[in-house]
Structures are given as C-alpha cells and as structure tokens.
C-alpha cells in the first residue's frame, strides 16, 4: 500500500468545504436547505466583464500566454493599486495567479523553510493554517478577540517572536471576521517588522467591500514596508467572479523572482483570455462593483440588526467582507454542537468559528453573500432556535 508523503500528515481538510457537502448531500435528496456557508457572492458577474471575455475567445486568445500574467494585465493592475490603495508598483512588480489562493502557496513555499516560525491571525481563513503545514512551518497564532474589536494586540504578537520567526500574516479585511484592520494596528505591526526584520504576507481580497465610513489601508504604503510586504489581491469578490480564478501578487521584483520561479511549474500561467479580461475588469467598470457593494451593506445592516435583537446570539458590525461573526456561547453549545443542531434540526447551515481557530470557539460564520429572500429565511429560524433555547 503506497503512503502519502510525510508534509501531507497534518493537512486537513477544509471544513468549509465539509459543511459545504454536508449541505449538498441534504439538498440532492430534497431537502431545502438555508446555506450562509460559502463566501461566494451571488451575483452574476457583470455582463461587461463576460462580453469582454466572449470577445478574447472568439479572437484566439485561447493560447498559451506569459507565466507570469500578460503587460497589459500588470500595468492595469499597478495602475489600480496606485489610484485606489496609495501602492506605487512597476507593472513588473507584479504577477498574475490563479486565484489567490495559488499566490498564498507560492509565498508559502518560497519563503518559509522547516522549522521556520509564521505569525498567523486566529480566528483566520483555513488556508492560512494549513499551507505552511505543506512547508513544514510552525504556525504561531495571534489572538484577535472580540473585547477588542478584533485588533491584534501588538504586545500579544512581539511575544510571539523567537528568532525562528520568519514571516507574519495579516488578512484584512478579514475572513471569518469581517473586521478591518485599523491605522494603529498596522503601524504596530509595521514597527515590528522592521524591529524583528520579519516578511510580511498580506491579503487584501476583499479590500474593495468596506462600508460606512470604514477605510482599507495596505501595510505595504507604510513607510519602509514595501521592501518586505507581499500583497495578495484580485477579482473573485468584488466583481462576483470566484469561478475565473483570477487573482494577483504585488511585491518587489527580490520578492517575486523565487515566486514566479515556482509558480511556473504549478501552473505555468493564469488562464490567456480570462488575463485579457481581467485588463477591461479594471478599465471599463461600469457601476457594477460599487452596485454589489452597497447592496451587501444593506443586507449587513439587516442581519446585524436583526441577530442583536435576540437573547441567545450577538455580533459585532463588520467593517469589511460579507461575513457575520456571531457570538454563540449563550447557547450554553460549542461552535460545532451548534452547527449541527442548526443543520439537524432547522436545515441551516453556518460555519462553525473554531474552523477559523482556536479563538473562533463560541461563534459561528455566517455569510450574507447571498440574497436577502435567504437572509430573511436564516433569520427566521434563528429566531425559532432562540425561540427553543429559551
């Protein structure tokens, strides 16, 4: 019997995506179910995007195009970082990936060594607890707690570092959270990275869904962090195109060669005529993005204000992304025991938060990227549970 290789032993799966088929075995034997598992926008993309992508296609860009993600493509996005996120990169500072999740294994694989120590948000999105384990990394999770408003706690982190520490990830707006990282928060972390002369890996997906008057700020326009910062970005979230799996790295060029170097033999290149869409995604918005945005605003304000209404459950506003983070240990249930409760016995479906970590114990994920009819339908039968456990 052949074995898996030994950096395969404490990959687990996504747990996301054990509920995600939990619920479709459900609903293949037709059971309706209320799902707020996925954070995938249910949007259609917008129809300038796919009549752009049409026309490549039926032009011929159909082959096989530079690894590293086509000029055009680049100088758009270098252009955006620099008109939107105040980030002044050469259109060769960047690469094109297949998704972000392709940059986070790059930046992964071609820094962190064995036994090299990585600073990982908790609660944060699964991937980030397991792709060093590929690398054979340490991961060292750093605590971000309701009590306050999920900001690191910058002592909490320097007590962290060894000399091991390598790397620290920041993901904001975060996912499962929904919380944005604030000026204060990012120029603490900043000044211990440069203290500690540590990489820095920041996500930035959702930084286009922000609502109120919430501002995203990329650690890399920080002063002297540029040099040390690999941004992660692209289009999945805010232009509803999860499914083109098109994302991008922004990092200096000492960054990027060990990446693109690596990112050839995984992939080879991001698909050609999604790359040449990806350039009219960025110059030719036609409203749509901002449309989504304010809708996604509006159904978090409705499910916010509708969970704090009830004796069991709780939240805090988010700031960025399209997830509620709701506090549960009224419930006298862990995350999981409620989920399943939830799933069992009212068809709805959540995320339990200790997937997300350790710290995520006592809350549950609940994504309102999906439709208000079915946001009024979760809402209705956490009202019937609170109902249940009273």
């Known amino acids: 019997?052949?074995?898996?290789?030994?950096?395969?032993?404490?990959?687990?799966?996504?747990?996301?995506?054990?509920?995600?088929?939990?619920?479709?075995?459900?609903?293949?034997?037709?059971i309706k179910v209320t799902a707020l598992t996925l954070g995938q926008p249910d949007f259609d993309t917008p129809e300038y995007i796919k009549e752009a992508c049409k026309s490549y296609i039926d032009q011929g860009y159909t082959v096989y195009a530079e690894d590293t993600g086509i000029e055009p493509l680049k100088k758009a996005i270098a252009a955006k970082l620099k008109k939107e996120n105040d980030l002044d990169y050469?259109?060769?500072?960047?690469?094109?990936?297949?998704?972000?999740?392709?940059?986070?294994?790059?930046?992964?694989?071609?820094?962190?060594?064995?036994?090299?120590?990585?600073?990982?948000p908790d609660p944060v999105y699964v991937t980030?607890?397991?792709?060093p384990r590929i690398a054979q990394a340490v991961i060292k999770p750093y605590q971000l707690k309701e009590e306050n408003n999920f900001q690191p706690d910058i002592?909490?982190?320097?007590?962290?570092?060894?000399?091991?520490?390598?790397?620290?990830?920041?993901?904001?707006?975060?996912?499962?959270?929904?919380?944005?990282?604030?000026?204060?928060?990012?120029?603490?972390?900043?000044?211990?990275?440069?203290?500690?002369?540590?990489?820095?890996?920041?996500?930035?997906?959702?930084?286009?869904?922000?609502?109120?008057?919430?501002?995203?700020?990329?650690?890399?326009?920080?002063?002297?962090?540029?040099?040390?910062?690999?941004?992660?970005?692209?289009?999945?979230?805010?232009?509803?195109?999860?499914?083109?799996?098109?994302?991008?790295?922004?990092?200096?060029?000492?960054?990027q060669?060990?990446?693109?170097?690596?990112?050839?033999?995984?992939?080879?290149?991001?698909?050609?005529?999604?790359?040449?869409t990806g350039v009219n995604c960025l110059t030719d918005e036609d409203g749509s993005i901002e449309r989504m945005r304010q809708e996604f605003e509006k159904r978090r304000n409705y499910f916010v204000e509708e969970i704090n209404k009830m004796k069991h459950?709780?939240?805090?506003?988010?700031?960025?992304a399209f997830y509620v983070f709701m506090n549960i240990t009224k419930t006298g249930m862990g995350s999981q025991e409620f989920c399943d409760y939830a799933l069992d016995n009212h068809r709805l479906a959540m995320i339990p938060g200790n997937a997300f970590g350790e710290s995520g114990e006592g809350f549950v994920r609940l994504s309102y990227a999906t439709s208000m009819d079915v946001l009024q339908e979760a809402i209705a039968k956490l009202r019937a549970i609170d109902a249940e456990l009273a």
């Not at 060990?258 to 040449?276: E, I």
């Not at 459950?313 to 960025?320: A, D, I, L, T, W």
Request: aromatic share 10%.
């Open 128 to 131: 980030y607890n397991q792709i």
């Open 313 to 320: 459950f709780s939240c805090r506003m988010p700031e960025g």
């Open 155 to 255: 002592a909490q982190i320097e007590s962290l570092i060894t000399e091991k520490t390598k790397m620290i990830c920041l993901v904001s707006p975060s996912n499962p959270i929904g919380s944005v990282m604030n000026l204060e928060s990012l120029q603490g972390i900043a000044d211990l990275a440069k203290k500690h002369d540590l990489l820095v890996v920041s996500d930035e997906i959702y930084e286009r869904l922000v609502y109120g008057d919430t501002k995203c700020i990329s650690i890399a326009s920080l002063p002297g962090m540029k040099e040390r910062t690999i941004v992660f970005n692209g289009m999945s979230k805010s232009m509803a195109m999860t499914g083109w799996r098109l994302g991008y790295i922004a990092a200096p060029r000492e960054l």
């Open 257 to 276: 060669e060990p990446m693109n170097r690596l990112g050839f033999y995984m992939t080879a290149g991001s698909v050609s005529f999604v790359q040449y």
């Open 1 to 30: 019997m052949f074995q898996q290789a030994e950096r395969l032993q404490y990959l687990e799966p996504s747990p996301t995506r054990i509920m995600f088929r939990k619920c479709w075995a459900l609903m293949s034997q037709g």
């Open 90 to 120: 050469d259109w060769e500072e960047i690469s094109v990936t297949t998704g972000v999740s392709q940059g986070m294994f790059a930046a992964f694989m071609a820094f962190l060594n064995p036994g090299d120590e990585v600073l990982v």
